[in-house]
């Protein structure tokens, strides 16, 4: 049984840091073999596409409003994937999840509707 457990959220003042954390277990390969995404939900609202990595040569993807702010990363030995996040601000507010796709190349990075598992998300809230 695959599970995906995210960490790291909290309450940070605006222009602060937070790592998130995204913890994979029950998976029949390396994390390395699947894509991996970041999605946020802030209440109301639909659930966004944030940030994701693609398993084949490690290519990352971000939505707008976070490039050079956000990075995305993989920890293969620890099976675990990473958000960083720098100068947050008060609209990064949101329930954030992760997930993994193990469909391949073809993969649909972007669309929350590629993916196979999900995490039940950690609470970011950033004050101003």
């Known amino acids: 049984q695959v599970q995906l457990v995210e960490s790291g959220g909290g309450l940070v003042q605006a222009g602060g840091s937070l790592r998130l954390s995204c913890a994979a277990s029950?998976?029949?390969?390396?994390?390395?073999?699947?894509?991996w995404a970041w999605f946020r939900q802030a209440p109301g609202k639909e659930r966004e596409f944030v940030a994701a990595?693609?398993?084949?040569?490690?290519?990352?993807y971000y939505r707008d409003s976070v490039k050079g702010r956000f990075t995305i990363s993989r920890d293969n030995a620890k099976n675990t994937v990473y958000l960083q996040m720098d100068s947050l601000q008060p609209d990064d507010t949101a329930a954030y999840y992760c997930?993994?796709?193990?469909?391949?190349?073809?993969?649909?990075?972007?669309?929350?509707?590629?993916?196979?598992?999900w995490g039940q998300g950690t609470q970011v809230t950033v004050t101003s």
């Open positions: 997930a993994a796709d193990q469909g391949g190349i073809l993969s649909t990075v972007r669309d929350l509707n590629t993916y196979d598992w």
């Open positions: 990595i693609r398993w084949t040569g490690g290519h990352t």
């Open positions: 029950g998976l029949t390969n390396s994390i390395s073999r699947y894509n």
